[in-house]
């Protein structure tokens, strides 16, 4: 099954799936005000690509799962969703953002939504918390979810300790991420570890073997083939994402431009600017970076961006990382029908905008 005809099969299962958890938390509160909040996660997770559950159903696959066992790798999906719901605003909160997916924010909607009601009190620090505790909500739905999909079968506890090393590794990766930013010089290592636990293995690896665990896989080339695969996948898709927040418009990344650069996090550009720029060029960075920049500044970097090569050197990288990546499907020990579906995960990163 290719990703599109996955992602048409698994919407109208993860959506109502959604709705209808958060109906159980819905019941408990009886709050029109509370339950909008909650309620606006459902517009945040509208419209995701929803790679993490189709990586787990081609593991699934590729490990020789059997039709009978469809649901179960459907609700792991819908586990993963759910943990990467809980992510996405946890992060928001981290890097103080505004809007996600064109939409605001939990804490902004919140934030928003109190100033409306004309309430009192550090409405800002209420916002925050709400939005941590609904992002709390979410992960404790995942990890409900992971149990159910493995309930009664010989490979749970693999399954478990595969997720629970994805939920190491991504906040693992988060920490370091936010400890560069305060960081006033670029740690090339620590950028790539930050690249691998953040992006890559939360991302590609831990899904595509969640799927191979689930599917009771114990050969340990197809482990590493998995690793390979998508770190490079993974590492290229985070690359992509600094990439679009430097070049992209904010229409097409439904948050304002150079977002993440202005919250001081490092990246291969950042990083490429500090090393290459001239000195007027390294002052700008680090006015964007610390929070200190107009936005004529903001844009006055992006250019020096072009003009420098920062991002020529990373869309170079980029495609090195996929080629690689080619080579590396080509190789494993997968069948040729997983090939062929990462062989057009690949086409689908060369081609995106968001």
């Not at 590729?62 to 790798?73: E, L, T, W």
């Not at 550009?269 to 920049?293: N, P, Y």
């Not at 590396?328 to 968001?354: C, D, G, H, P, Y």
Request: hydrophobic fraction near 45%; glycine fraction near 6%.
């Amino acid at each position: 099954m290719d990703f599109t005809a996955y992602k048409q099969q698994f919407e109208p299962i993860f959506t109502p799936k959604l709705a209808e958890r958060l109906q159980v938390f819905l019941n408990l509160t009886h709050d029109t005000f509370l339950n909008d909040l909650a309620l606006h996660t459902q517009q945040i997770l509208a419209g995701g690509k929803r790679l993490r559950p189709y990586l787990a159903y081609i593991g699934f696959m590729a490990g020789g799962g059997v039709p009978q066992d469809h649901d179960r790798i459907i609700a792991l999906g819908v586990s993963l969703e759910f943990f990467h719901a809980f992510c996405l605003i946890h992060d928001d909160v981290i890097d103080k953002a505004q809007v996600r997916r064109g939409v605001p924010t939990i804490e902004r909607y919140t934030l928003l939504a109190l100033e409306s009601a004309h309430r009192h009190g550090d409405l800002a620090h209420i916002a925050r918390g709400q939005a941590i505790l609904l992002g709390d909500l979410l992960h404790a739905y995942s990890l409900e979810t992971l149990v159910h999909s493995v309930q009664g079968v010989s490979t749970a506890e693999g399954v478990m300790k595969e997720f629970y090393q994805m939920i190491d590794e991504v906040i693992a990766g988060q920490m370091i991420d936010v400890d560069t930013m305060t960081r006033p010089e670029h740690d090339a290592d620590l950028l790539e570890r930050k690249m691998y636990l953040k992006t890559a293995s939360y991302s590609f690896v831990r899904p595509f073997t969640l799927g191979l665990r689930l599917a009771g896989v114990s050969d340990a080339q197809a482990y590493q083939d998995a690793e390979r695969i998508g770190a490079l996948i993974g590492i290229a898709f985070q690359l992509q994402d600094d990439l679009l927040d430097v070049v992209g418009t904010e229409e097409m990344l439904g948050k304002p431009v150079l977002s993440d650069i202005r919250d001081g996090q490092q990246t291969l550009l950042t990083a490429h600017v500090a090393e290459h720029g001239d000195e007027i060029q390294r002052a700008l960075l680090q006015c964007v970076m610390q929070g200190k920049a107009s936005d004529d500044q903001v844009f006055e970097l992006r250019d020096a961006m072009r003009q420098q090569g920062a991002v020529a050197a990373v869309e170079v990288r980029i495609e090195t990382l996929l080629r690689y990546a080619e080579n590396a499907i080509e190789q494993s020990v997968f069948s040729e029908e997983v090939k062929v579906a990462f062989m057009a995960l690949l086409t689908l990163l060369r081609n995106r905008s968001t």
